[in-house]
């Protein structure tokens, strides 16, 4: 889909890692720019070169060793962004005018060019300059106050959404730029702040705070508004997920737990659920307890209800729906790693540190 596009990597650690592997895994050539000898810090992350923080978030790309800090490194950095159709960065304001990453002279170079400086804040505002990491941004964002259980204190989400929110957005801008550029003939720069993008993904939490209403808190795996919904253990001390989210699900539900209280004004309406949360939710820790995690699955499942297993992570990476929609691929080294949402995919191992330079230099300079 993107073949033929040229992405050049300046990005380090995970959200634009994660975004510009979106890229190459639609078909973009990314070439990663790594400094010598070390290279991207997340290949010392569990195991050094194969490392598998770095595999899971660099496959598909090649990899260019260049110094910036020296004359030479930054006039091959500036030959290779005048071939470029996107560079990606994510030095902060401070940092890239050390390292000599000049956007605007890029871009006077190749008005074609598309770039995304994605960062923690963004190059406005008074945070501009200040570094941070996805748990800051979980924190600053107000998501860590909404997370974990009642009364406890905050909670980062187990997945990092900081990092990975911006990478998706950072995907999403650059498509949105070179689909602008096929009209206009030129770039732009898409300035991608990860706090803005973790804010973003509050949605109705910040409308309802935003309405005046008190933010929201912690309540574990439950909703706000819709009950029953939530985790519960089962007799073999795994996990069973349900989630009636609309009224059209509660009888059927009461009927495949063989339960008479469909009618029960306590529990015959949402509302009604939701100020009788707790007793409710006792009466079905109740009886999730007389089976298997399993067994209450392919129960509730045959009776056509939102329901499913809690999963580790082992245990979702090999369920037969994972597999059959092929999100676990063999790397061309041999490897297993995640697929790709967008479809099946011929995933290349992530490159060697600087193993792609005389490639890259012959197929973008001549």
């Known amino acids: 889909m993107l073949h033929g596009l040229k992405v050049l990597d300046l990005t380090r650690v995970l959200a634009g890692p994660y975004g510009t592997m979106l890229l190459a895994d639609l078909g973009a050539d990314v070439v990663k720019i790594e400094e010598p000898g070390a290279g991207d810090p997340t290949r010392a992350i569990g195991g050094g070169p194969e490392s598998p923080y770095f595999v899971s978030i660099n496959r598909n790309k090649r990899s260019v060793a260049v110094d910036l800090k020296t004359p030479d490194g930054r006039a091959l950095l500036a030959r290779l962004a005048a071939r470029a159709d996107v560079l990606w960065h994510n030095f902060r304001p401070d940092a890239a005018a050390r390292l000599g990453c000049d956007v605007a002279a890029f871009r006077a170079a190749n008005p074609r060019l598309v770039t995304v400086g994605i960062t923690s804040f963004g190059a406005t505002g008074p945070c501009r300059d200040l570094p941070a ?10 998501s860590m106050s909404a997370t974990g259980q009642p009364g406890g204190p905050p909670c980062k989400n187990g997945v990092p959404t900081g990092d ?8 999403i ?12 003939g030129r770039g732009r720069d898409v300035d991608l702040s990860l706090l803005d993008c973790s804010l973003s993904l509050l949605t109705y939490m910040a409308q309802f705070t935003l309405a005046g209403n008190p933010p929201p808190g912690p309540i574990g795996s439950a909703h706000a508004w819709n009950v029953p919904y939530g985790a519960w253990k089962c007799a073999d001390g795994a996990y069973l997920s ?24 306590r529990f015959a309406d949402m509302p009604s659920r939701r100020l009788n949360r ?3 939710d006792a009466i079905l820790a109740t009886e999730f307890a007389k089976h298997p995690r399993d067994w209450w699955v392919a129960h509730l499942w045959a009776k056509g209800l939102p329901a499913g297993p809690v999963y580790d992570v082992a245990e979702a990476l090999r369920s037969p729906q994972v597999r059959a929609r092929h999100m676990v691929v063999p790397l061309s080294d041999g490897r297993e790693a995640l697929g790709s949402p ?14 792609d330079r005389e490639a890259v230099l012959r197929e973008w300079l001549g």
């Open 242 to 265: 349900v989630a009636i989210f609309t009224d059209k699900f509660w009888k059927p539900f009461c009927e495949a737990l063989s339960l008479p209280i469909a009618a029960d004004h």
């Open 173 to 184: 801008a650059t498509l949105a730029a070179l689909h602008e550029r096929q009209s206009t």
């Open 133 to 142: 990491f996805d748990l800051v941004i979980q924190a600053m964002s107000g």
């Open 278 to 280: 707790s007793a409710l």
């Open 342 to 355: 967008f479809g099946e995919i011929r995933p290349k191992a992530p490159p060697g540190l600087g193993a």
């Open 164 to 171: 990975l929110a911006g990478g998706l957005f950072g995907a």
